[in-house]
């Protein structure tokens, strides 16, 4: 499967070996696989829809080290901002969170070391996974969108809908007569459009801009006063900042479509920036997963 075989490929022939004879025996797992998790020292873990299955294989330092310098295109010191902040996005829009001794100066991390763990998380696009929730959030009356809040707990895939839906509204909708719009993506962690070198990896449409690697305050404002979008999107709303971007954003006559971690009203309300924008009535809709 061409997810997989994106991230093997990073991997020592020992283990690519030990996988490649795990897929051939029960290909299943293929499909199934979220994520693959390795610590040093300790067996490999691979997280699948409804279980972990672990695998009887202690993955050493070296091979962790051989991994990130394969990442990294032998090259550690030019990945080093993305080090730092605890990811990298590869090919293919897989991202792959790392921990280890953190480096400090001037109260900042400007380095990882002795990696000791490496989570590559699996992307996959599922294309019109959004057309229910697009009934709610377009205003076909206005010919745009409401100002919408997508909510649900982790891994419930919040961030896997939130593209879908920016991919439509940017190529339009034919059926029901709706125009592309222009919209701006802050992906401020590279899960939204998987930026690599400068190229989405994944499918955001035709009229989409994305700003990354920087925070939702100052990506908002960017994309604004340089690209002029019809509609921002942004994934996990929360902080004050977050939220004096949004107002900037809707008091500037651009529309909005966010998520938020939550199971209920009340997890909204109890965040008071969110709660914020919904007594303004800035937020028309609120979508729970």
């Not at 829809?49 to 032998?74: H, P, V």
């Not at 090919?91 to 400007?110: A, M, P, Q």
């Not at 908002?220 to 939220?243: K, N, Q, W």
């Amino acid at each position: 499967m061409k997810e997989t075989d994106e991230i093997l490929r990073y991997f020592p022939n020992n283990i690519y070996q030990i996988f490649f004879n795990l897929f051939k025996e029960n290909n299943k797992i293929i499909n199934e696989i979220q994520e693959i998790r390795m610590r040093a020292n300790r067996p490999i873990l691979l997280k699948l829809r409804e279980k972990d299955l672990i695998l009887q294989y202690n993955i050493s330092q070296s091979e962790m080290l051989q991994i990130l310098e394969r990442l990294c295109e032998n090259s550690i010191y030019a990945y080093k901002n993305q080090i730092c902040e605890g990811f990298i996005t590869v090919k293919g829009g897989h991202r792959v969170g790392l921990t280890g001794s953190c480096v400090i100066e001037n109260g900042k991390i400007t380095n990882i070391k002795y990696i000791s763990s490496l989570n590559f998380r699996i992307a996959r696009e599922i294309l019109n996974c959004s057309t229910r929730i697009l009934r709610e959030v377009i205003d076909i009356e206005n010919k745009t969108i409401y100002n919408s809040i997508i909510v649900a707990p982790p891994g419930r895939g919040k961030t896997t809908v939130l593209r879908d839906i920016i991919r439509r509204l940017s190529n339009g909708i034919d059926e029901i007569n709706f125009k592309g719009k222009t919209c701006g993506v802050v992906d401020e962690r590279g899960e939204i459009a998987a930026m690599y070198k400068g190229v989405p990896q994944n499918d955001v449409g035709v009229r989409t801009d994305v700003i990354e690697n920087v925070n939702k305050n100052k990506g908002i404002h960017m994309l604004i006063r340089t690209m002029a979008p019809e509609i921002i999107a942004c994934d996990e709303i929360g902080s004050r900042e977050d939220v004096d971007a949004i107002h900037y954003a809707l008091f500037s006559g651009v529309k909005g479509i966010f998520t938020m971690h939550g199971k209920s009203i009340e997890d909204i309300k109890n965040n008071r920036q969110i709660y914020e924008l919904i007594e303004n009535r800035e937020i028309q809709k609120i979508v729970f997963l």
